[in-house]
T-cell receptor, first 113, second 111 residues
């Protein structure tokens, strides 16, 4: 059966360090993968999208990698800040035009000052 | 301002009383979808729509109906709500580029 797993439910790191979150999937061949941030009681907010033919994408302090052989995406936040504390969700899309994203359960990141 | 607007944001209702959660987007997006979010189960897609009059079931469609008569609106209808539909609901829209824009959520309690 199809499965999306995000490494752990919670990740605690010290301010200034790099946070690395993992998204593994099985029995999918995604056209692209996305990462979202969700604050308590709010809707998810889009961060980055990476396509199956791309290895890496960056946006300011954020970096995403996508390894279709390992079936894994890594999401990095460098120089983390307490304001980065939130739940981060990965989402897979099988079809480039379907708008039918399937989400992982999320990892809650806490950055301590 | 680009946004997805859901109403109501909070609702307490009773079993069997039909309700509609509205969703509207102002970005001229083709795709719209509804998700529910439950502790331990994450975000699960209920229905999605690829354009006007084109809808399809997501992963958990039982007990829900949708319609897409206009491009900007995608209401979620619970014909006969039950307590297991108590949840946090999100509407989202996207263009062909894929990134989803979510509404602020509608917290529904069915007694």
């Amino acid at each position: 059966s199809q499965k999306i797993e995000q490494n752990s439910e919670a990740l605690n790191i010290q301010e200034g360090k790099t946070a690395t979150l993992t998204c593994n999937y099985t029995n999918y061949s995604p056209a692209y993968l996305q990462w979202y941030r969700q604050d308590p009681g709010r809707g998810p907010v889009f961060l980055l999208l990476i396509r199956e033919n791309e290895k890496e994408k960056r946006k300011e302090r954020l970096k995403v990698t996508f390894d279709t052989t390992l079936k894994q995406s890594l999401f990095h936040i460098t120089a983390s800040q307490p304001a980065d504390s939130a739940t981060y969700l990965c989402a897979l899309d099988m079809d480039t035009n379907a708008g039918k994203s399937t989400f992982g359960d999320g990892t809650t990141l806490t950055v301590k000052p | 301002e680009a946004q997805v607007t859901q109403n109501p944001r909070y609702l307490i209702t009773v079993t069997g009383k039909k309700l509609t959660v509205t969703c509207s987007q102002n970005m001229n997006h083709e795709y719209m979808s509804w998700y529910r979010q439950d502790p331990g189960l994450g975000l699960r897609q209920i229905y999605y729509s690829m354009n006007v009059e084109v809808t399809d079931k997501g992963d958990v469609p039982e007990g829900y109906k949708v319609s897409r008569k206009e491009k900007r609106n995608f209401p979620l209808i619970l014909e006969s709500p039950s307590p297991n539909q108590t949840s946090l609901y999100f509407c989202a829209s996207s263009s062909y580029t894929g990134e989803l824009f979510f509404g602020e959520g509608s917290r529904l309690t069915v007694l």
